[in-house]
């Protein structure tokens, strides 16, 4: 039986592409977690699609055993996702870790994610161990990455430990660094059972899943426990350690551990991550706290291509929200494409993954409309309104003033990009507001920034302007009047809802422009003449049109009277004038991505 002293819970966070993966990999092999022939890369991302982009998505846990000294040890590793857009897996594992690994390329230092999650590690008060991994790469430089850490972070460095976790350099010492750095985890085990379920997935042959960590008490098979957030009452049908290969059968989570526990739930709703979990007849009095959910930032509709599968949809939704807990969704209906749901996500790449895992996880072909945030509309007589969705606007004359969201980011790129760089901040209406040199060569931006200008193309420039090498983060700051309308798009002079967008007033007309010609290359030529229209309001900025489909109703004729050809068109172009009045145009699926290409 483990000691509680010799338990240790500790996150591994860094920028997206530092190592913490292949970290995670060195240690779980370092403790003899797995067999040589069971290795493998990226062991802790479990999902194809993660494996494929070479990105983490989802934290993941592992039990890992490790010997020091004569005693044994438990170490709880959680790997945390690095991009932007999953910071919010990020700050689940940190709640129930007590120390954080920070680790920092080695050959390209500091980068805004890395002191985003270092944020969220001080909020958590965690205690921080810096490590300088990729250190056998030829440009690696240890010793400026360290002086660059204590300049930016202001965390002391002189015994960050350099490590490879490609090579194995440094593994073992960062072992036995851990377990004499992170404290061990605090807790009453003779105290009523407290647990914080920080995450949850479905299981196609278990049910539904939690993932706690046990604060105060212990959590044994066959216990009733109360869900305090639903006050809902469950039996413990069993109980289990996390593995990235076969997780395994326990009789009892004790103070400080990790564990899984099956309830058999039925209803998916009843687990909610952040809940706390204690013991129906003996309860503790207070939930944990501090544990805040997901803000959506992005909101995009997606509608099923197959109209009938809309339930199917709402099934899939309801099991991913589960896996994903910073998901939001509600029914929504659209003219142009049916029955569908208004998602909400915390960026343009999670809304990028969740529309893929539907899709391949599900089986169900979608059509996500163009991503938008929430605008606050202030009306003429004093009442104000939350708009999700472009069509939802309230007509011109009803509209007092605009409120968009604003967020605070930071980019640090090499300096030879800032000119680029700053050149895409004044396209996008951003304001400077801090420029420092963290070394003579690598320089952090900060900018106040509409978040409506940074969904779409915005990340994809930035890292085509700096060649890949420029970072990025931000936080939500507050709401801000805007000079804003809504853009219609019109196809055969019938607006297509799917299709409106909220622009500024200034970049209206080009953003019009931009997109009829966009959508000009993408509709499917008809037998009649289509027109597609950028529209503000009644008013009609640009306009391109798709030529009919020729068809030569003359070649039939062989010889006679002219006048013979004649009747053949004029009846052709009788009848091309009533398919233009009652013709429905099929929109393809491009067309609903087109405004993502318009800069």
């Known amino acids: 039986m483990i000691k509680q002293e010799n338990i240790r819970n500790f996150s591994i966070i860094a920028h997206i592409d530092h190592g913490k993966s292949t970290l995670a990999d060195r240690l779980i092999q370092e403790c003899n977690a797995v067999t040589k022939r069971e290795i493998s890369s990226q062991m802790m991302d479990t999902m194809d699609i993660e494996k494929e982009r070479g990105i983490t998505i989802k934290a993941q846990s592992v039990r890992l055993n490790y010997t020091k000294d004569g005693q044994e040890y438990i170490l709880n590793l959680i790997d945390t996702p690095g991009h932007v857009d999953f910071s919010y897996e990020v700050s689940k594992s940190l709640a129930s870790s007590e120390g954080a690994l920070l680790v920092v390329d080695a050959s390209q230092g500091i980068e805004a994610q890395t002191i985003a999650n270092v944020y969220i590690a001080v909020d958590n008060d965690l205690e921080l161990l810096p490590v300088i991994n990729k250190i056998d790469l030829p440009a690696a430089d240890p010793k400026k990455v360290k002086e660059e850490i204590e300049n930016t972070i202001g965390l002391d460095c002189d015994d960050a430990l350099e490590v490879s976790a490609k090579s194995g350099i440094g593994i073992k010492d960062l072992l036995d660094k851990i377990i004499d ?50 006050n809902k009452k469950h039996q413990v049908l069993n109980l289990m350690y996390p593995h990235p290969l076969k997780h395994t059968d326990t009789k009892e989570v004790k103070t400080g551990e990790i564990g899984i526990v099956i309830l058999g739930v039925k209803e998916i709703g009843e687990l909610q991550v952040g809940d706390t979990i204690t013991d129906f007849k003996n309860p503790t009095k207070k939930h944990i706290e501090g544990f805040e959910p997901a803000k959506s930032f992005v909101f995009a509709g997606l509608y099923p291509i197959e109209t009938d599968r809309f339930e199917d949809l709402r099934e899939a939704l309801d099991k991913l929200k589960l896996n994903d807990s910073s998901i939001s969704y509600e029914p929504e209906t659209s003219v142009a494409l049916g029955f569908g749901f208004r998602a909400g996500f915390l960026g343009l790449l999670h809304m990028d993954v969740i529309k893929e895992r ?100 915005f990340y994809d420039k930035l890292k085509s302007i700096s060649k890949g ?12 009047e805007g000079k804003l309308v809504q853009l219609d798009v019109r196809v055969a002079g019938e607006v297509v809802d799917a299709l409106s967008i909220i622009v500024p007033d200034s970049k209206a007309f080009f953003k ?88």
């Open 181 to 230: 750095v992170i404290p061990p985890p605090t807790g009453d085990e003779t105290a009523p059972l407290k647990a914080l379920m920080y995450d949850s997935w479905f299981d196609n042959y278990l049910g539904a899943l939690a993932l706690i960590r046990v604060q105060e008490g212990t959590i044994t098979k066959g216990q009733e426990i109360l869900l305090m957030g639903v």
């Open 358 to 457: 539907l899709e391949r996880e599900f089986g169900i072909e979608l059509i996500a409309t163009a991503p938008t945030v929430i605008y606050k509309v202030e009306q003429n007589d004093g009442t104000m309104i939350e708009i999700q969705n472009p069509s939802d606007l309230p007509p011109v004359n009803k509209i007092e003033r605009i409120l968009e969201p604003y967020v605070s980011a930071t980019v640090i790129t090499p300096k030879e990009f800032v000119g680029n760089i700053i050149t895409l901040m004044n396209n996008k209406r951003g304001m400077q507001t801090k420029m420092d040199y963290l070394t003579p060569e690598r320089v952090l931006m900060e900018y106040e920034i509409p978040m409506n200008e940074i969904i779409m193309d």
């Open 469 to 480: 090498y420029a970072s990025f983060d931000y936080d939500p700051l507050d709401y801000r």
């Open 512 to 599: 019009g422009r931009d997109l009829v010609k966009q959508m000009k290359e993408i509709v499917p030529r008809q037998l009649f003449e289509v027109a597609i229209q950028a529209s503000i309001g009644s008013k009609i900025i640009a306009r391109e049109t798709v030529k009919s489909m020729g068809k030569n109703v003359t070649a039939k004729c062989y010889g006679g009277d002219i006048t013979r050809k004649r009747k053949l068109l004029e009846k052709q172009k009788a009848g091309k004038k009533r398919m233009k009045s009652i013709g429905k145009v099929q929109l393809p699926q491009e067309a609903f991505l087109a405004i993502l290409k318009v800069d």
